[in-house]
């Protein structure tokens, strides 16, 4: 297995088109992107043994940042998600039909579009709003010929992640301030049936001019087993409290700040 290997690459300016939804209630209009600028790229560049311990498929999924085609001044941003088989180890020069042999023929079922489908469905507004999706196979002069290419496009939502060092070094009455938001939009969040693989602070957009917060990061959403309640450990998952006995310190955080406040269930705030 390598996951060091490029394949979505030189995509900056082009455009990516999506065809129109039409099955309530995906209702999303034929669009077209413009990419702007590639933001990761994670492949599972797999060998023929791999592929005979049935490890997984031999795929890489890359993320982008865009901006609509129609106007060069609209100011939206969405982030976009290529899925897209790529060859074995070792046969990327073969011929086109030796590696469209490879094809699978149906596309996996991608965990982030579940999740983002499923969020549209119950009307979730407290993640970034799904903006698009479309499957296709892969043309004869591509990698895999018939491979399938999974797009996924959801909205930029207002703010940043937070960053801990600096949420902690702010006044008790911010941190709450925050916690509180964080609460309203996870409790509502819980309903939802899907999680991030990794719970953590980059997981929360805060928008501090506004106030607005969404949850992100569903690559690898993770369904919830049973139905979930709010509890304090939620603020701990996410970096919002620690643990009384066992401080976690950024850098540049004054380890003694004066209204950090320990509770008696062993919680700093």
């Given at each position: 297995m390598d996951?060091?290997?490029e394949y979505l690459t030189d995509l900056e300016g082009t455009?990516?088109?999506?065809?129109?939804?039409?099955?309530p209630p995906f209702n999303f209009p034929a669009q077209t992107w413009i990419i702007l600028e590639k933001l990761s790229e994670d492949s599972n560049r797999l060998t023929?043994?791999?592929?005979a311990a049935e490890l997984a498929p031999s795929d890489t999924a890359g993320k982008f940042l865009c901006r609509p085609a129609s106007e060069e001044d609209d100011n939206r941003r969405a982030f976009l998600r290529i899925y897209q088989k790529v060859p074995i180890a070792g046969t990327e020069t073969k011929n086109a039909g030796?590696?469209?042999?490879?094809?699978?023929?149906?596309?996996?079922?991608?965990r982030e579009l579940i999740a983002f489908r499923t969020f549209t469905e119950l009307g979730c507004d407290v993640v970034p709003r799904?903006?698009?999706?479309?499957?296709?196979?892969?043309?004869?002069?591509e990698g895999v010929?018939?491979?399938?290419?999974?797009?996924i496009l959801?909205?930029?939502?207002?703010?940043?992640?937070?960053?801990?060092?600096?949420?902690?070094?702010l006044p008790f009455s911010d941190r709450q301030a925050i916690r509180d938001k964080f609460r309203q939009v996870y409790t509502r969040f819980l309903l939802c049936g899907y999680m991030p693989c990794m719970a953590g602070p980059s997981k929360i957009i805060y928008d501090k001019s506004s106030g607005q917060m969404h949850i992100c990061g569903f690559k690898l959403a993770s369904p919830f087993d049973e139905s979930q309640q709010w509890g304090d450990t939620h603020y701990f998952q996410y970096g919002l409290i620690q643990p009384s006995n066992n401080r976690f310190y950024w850098?540049?955080?004054?380890?003694?700040?004066?209204?950090?406040?320990e509770d008696v269930n062993g919680w700093t705030w």
């Open positions: 996951s060091s290997m455009q990516v088109t999506f065809d129109a939804v039409a099955d023929k043994e791999d592929i030796i590696r469209a042999n490879q094809a699978v023929d149906t596309a996996p079922d991608h799904l903006l698009g999706y479309q499957q296709r196979q892969q043309d004869h002069d010929p018939g491979g399938y290419i999974t797009c959801w909205e930029k939502v207002p703010g940043e992640s937070l960053e801990l060092t600096e949420f902690w070094r850098e540049g955080t004054p380890p003694e700040t004066t209204d950090w406040i």
